[in-house]
């Protein structure tokens, strides 16, 4: 056989193994946008759609941040911790940032990155 008449068999099982190695969206049945657009939780859209995000965590175990940042949008706030691991922290529930007489620590979501750069837990926290 040529090469000439390889090429295509190999192109074609490039395609095949492109597609079967790509993961399915994230969330796809969750309104990220409305999650995106609710900063700080202080509109109550995230209070009510955190549930559904918590339960698909094991569908976002190993995103890394930029597509974790496509999907929840920017944390309310982020922190460093031990061996280079990385915690994003995104309000549930409306905290002091919505209204100032609030005294209690508000949930919080929070996502750990490894060293890697993979999400490898997701639990709640109240946070300040």
Do not use: W
Not at 20 to 45: H, M, V, W, Y
């Amino acid at each position: 056989m040529s090469n000439m008449k390889k090429l295509p068999i190999i192109y074609t099982v490039f395609i095949l193994l492109l597609v079967s190695c790509s993961r399915e969206q994230p969330l796809k049945d969750i309104d990220t946008q409305a999650f995106r657009n609710d900063t700080g939780a202080c509109n109550d859209i995230r209070t009510q759609i955190h549930p559904e995000v918590f339960a698909a965590r094991e569908e976002l175990m190993g995103l890394r941040e930029a597509d974790l940042r496509k999907l929840l949008g920017r944390p309310d706030y982020q922190e460093l911790g031990e061996r280079s691991a990385k915690f994003y922290f995104y309000r549930v529930a409306p905290g002091r940032e919505c209204d100032e007489t609030i005294d209690k620590a508000a949930l919080t979501l929070q996502v750990r990155f490894s060293a890697l750069g993979g999400i490898n837990e997701i639990s709640y926290k109240n946070y300040r």
